[in-house]
């Protein structure tokens, strides 16, 4: 049994990679920072379990993990770090708490679920990690300093734990989406002042593609990551983006 944990299950895409990799084989826990009927339903629809926490707080993440393996009776096999937390305000007039919320769950989320599942998978001799990162980590973004600061962390992240990691069998990378079709829209439509439907036409016509992308295609490009057969594939930034950028970063 190969077991995968999920953060930030309950959202848009999160809910997408929970049902892509259980019906790649494995046995999912979802994750949200609360426990409800929300995060029930997602386990339930998935044939995993639940793994509430705030990805925020090292010693819940810590209890969250322990828990996962004891229920399940094997290590996390794979995490997919996908938790995030965003607004957006230009930078001299963003709240300060707001701001490293932003950071803490973005980046230091990714790194207290790395930290906590590691010695499970150096255990098993391999495992896999996908950082899902972002598109305004490598370009940047007006009105977004934390959240394409925390993504831009993430990348390099990615890159430093892939060397340190892959002697031991686990192979870290990460996925730079650019926009996505999710309720985190919601938040960059508030910023902009339009609907949703109007930031939509707005971000599908800046892609050569036409349109943005959609949570199905971005879970099936961390499957991609998440495969143990690709063990050579180390340290490297998926760009899943339409066209809009074509970097090596």
């Given amino acids: 049994?190969?077991?995968?944990?999920?953060?930030?299950?309950?959202?848009?895409?999160?809910?997408?990679?929970?049902?892509?990799?259980?019906?790649?084989?494995?046995?999912?826990?979802v994750n949200d920072r609360?426990?409800?009927?929300?995060?029930?339903?997602?386990?339930?629809?998935?044939?995993?379990?639940?793994?509430?926490?705030?990805?925020?707080?090292?010693?819940?993440?810590?209890?969250?993990?322990?828990?996962?393996?004891?229920?399940?009776g094997t290590e996390i096999?794979?995490?997919?770090?996908?938790?995030?937390?965003?607004?957006?305000?230009?930078?001299?007039?963003?709240d300060l708490d707001d701001w490293w919320r932003i950071v803490d769950t973005n980046l230091g989320g990714a790194f207290t679920c790395v930290q906590a599942v590691v010695p499970g998978m150096q255990a098993r001799g391999e495992g896999?990690?996908?950082?899902?990162?972002?598109?305004?980590?490598?370009?940047?973004?007006?009105?977004?300093?934390?959240?394409?600061?925390?993504?831009?962390?993430?990348?390099?992240?990615a890159k430093t734990l892939g060397r340190e990691l892959a002697p031991d069998g686990i192979g870290v990378n990460a996925i730079a989406p650019s926009v996505i079709d999710t309720p985190q829209l919601e938040a960059d439509a508030r910023a902009a002042g339009v609907s949703r439907?109007?930031?939509?036409?707005?971000?599908?016509?800046r892609a050569p593609l036409g349109r943005v992308a959609t949570?199905?295609?971005?879970?099936?490009?961390i499957a991609f990551l998440a495969d143990a057969r690709?063990?050579?594939l180390v340290g490297q930034i998926l760009h899943v983006n339409g066209g809009t950028t074509r970097s090596r970063a």
Avoid: Q
Avoid at 215 to 221: D, H, R
């Fill in 128 to 157: 896999r990690i996908v950082l899902v990162a972002s598109e305004w980590g490598v370009i940047g973004w007006p009105d977004a300093t934390a959240y394409c600061a925390a993504k831009a962390g993430l990348i390099s992240l």
């Fill in 1 to 29: 049994m190969r077991v995968a944990l999920v953060t930030g299950a309950t959202g848009g895409l999160g809910r997408a990679v929970a049902h892509r990799l259980a019906a790649d084989g494995m046995t999912v826990a």
């Fill in 77 to 94: 096999g794979v995490l997919v770090a996908n938790a995030a937390y965003m607004t957006m305000a230009p930078l001299a007039e963003h």
């Fill in 215 to 221: 949570p199905e295609e971005i879970a099936a490009s």
């Fill in 34 to 72: 609360h426990a409800g009927p929300e995060l029930d339903r997602l386990a339930a629809e998935v044939g995993g379990l639940t793994a509430p926490a705030d990805v925020s707080d090292p010693d819940a993440v810590r209890e969250m993990v322990a828990d996962v393996t004891g229920r399940t």
């Fill in 230 to 232: 690709l063990s050579a």
């Fill in 197 to 205: 439907e109007e930031i939509l036409k707005r971000y599908a016509a």
